[in-house]
């Protein structure tokens, strides 16, 4: 799945043929599972150390017109039972919260780029990745490497009057795995985040490659998280009760 300054985006990428921007397009989407569900470890440090780790379960499910998606924490103990749940549907996106010391669902709005649970990663993030980050006008730029992965560069821009954390995204991925092992996100030219693939993290599973390991940074945040997949189950079946807004966060 899933870093360079500003002055990479001032290097205008010549437009790619239609032919060449729909291969890339599709190659990411087939990529991508109809349905799959992922355990997770993250671990976020600062400069003296890791402060905070958690065990959590991603559920997603994606179609043409709709992508969900549910996280639901396990650990550490305190914080089992928090969930998430991230709705797209014909352009139209809802986010839900559930606290288990509150013990009600809440609707999240407003600033959607802030931290998920003391980690560097937002809801945001989220919904892009299991996108395959296809919103946007694309244009392909030149052949790259990142750590020994052969790369080539996709530049997208947010589609005008769209409310998004970010404007700008630069995607490296590799070939011909088609799996994004670098995305930079930017507003107005400034860069917010950097997701990389660590090296030799790349894994096959079934007809699907995904990035196992992953780091994720933001410049002025003097926090950083490391991700790592820790199971990974695709093309199955989910229970729908898992993205109903009434029961994502109950436990099965």
Same mark, same amino acid.
């Given at each position: 799945m899933l870093i360079s300054p500003s002055g990479l985006l001032a290097a205008s990428p010549s437009p790619a043929t239609a032919s060449s921007v729909e291969q890339w397009v599709n190659c !990411?989407? $087939?990529?991508?599972?109809?349905?799959? +569900?992922?355990?997770?470890?993250?671990?976020?440090f600062d400069a003296r150390g890791e402060v905070s780790s958690r065990s959590l379960t991603l559920y997603s499910q994606r179609s043409e017109a709709r992508q969900q998606a549910t996280v639901q924490i396990t650990a550490p103990h305190d914080l089992a039972g928090t969930a998430y749940l991230l709705q797209k549907h014909n352009g139209q996106e809802l986010? !839900?919260? @559930?606290l288990p010391a509150l013990g009600r669902v809440q609707r999240i709005s407003g600033e959607r780029n802030g931290p998920l649970l003391d980690t560097t990663i937002s809801t945001s993030? +989220?919904?892009h990745v299991?996108?395959?980050f296809a919103d946007g006008s694309l244009l392909i730029g030149k052949a790259g490497q990142v750590n020994d992965w052969p790369t080539? =560069?996709?530049? #997208?821009? $947010?589609?005008?009057? &769209?409310?998004?954390? @970010?404007?700008? #995204? *630069? !995607? *490296?991925? $590799? %070939?011909?795995?088609?799996? +994004? +092992? &670098?995305? =930079?996100?930017y507003a107005r030219n400034r860069l917010l985040k950097t997701i990389t693939a $660590?090296?030799?993290s790349l894994v096959r599973q079934g007809a699907y490659h995904y990035a196992r390991k992953l780091k994720v940074v933001a410049p002025k945040d003097p926090l @950083?998280? *490391? !991700? &790592?997949?820790?199971? @990974?189950?695709? %093309?199955? &079946?989910i229970d729908s009760s898992r993205f %109903?807004?009434?029961?994502?966060f109950r436990g099965r």
């Open positions: !990411l989407k $087939a990529n991508l599972p109809q349905r799959s +569900v992922l355990t997770l470890k993250t671990r976020t986010t !839900l919260s @559930y993030d +989220v919904r299991l996108n395959g080539r =560069r996709i530049f #997208i821009t $947010a589609p005008p009057g &769209e409310s998004s954390d @970010y404007d700008k #995204i *630069e !995607l *490296e991925v $590799a %070939d011909p795995q088609c799996v +994004v +092992v &670098e995305a =930079r996100f $660590a090296p030799g @950083y998280t *490391e !991700l &790592e997949i820790t199971g @990974y189950q695709a %093309d199955i &079946e %109903d807004p009434h029961s994502f």
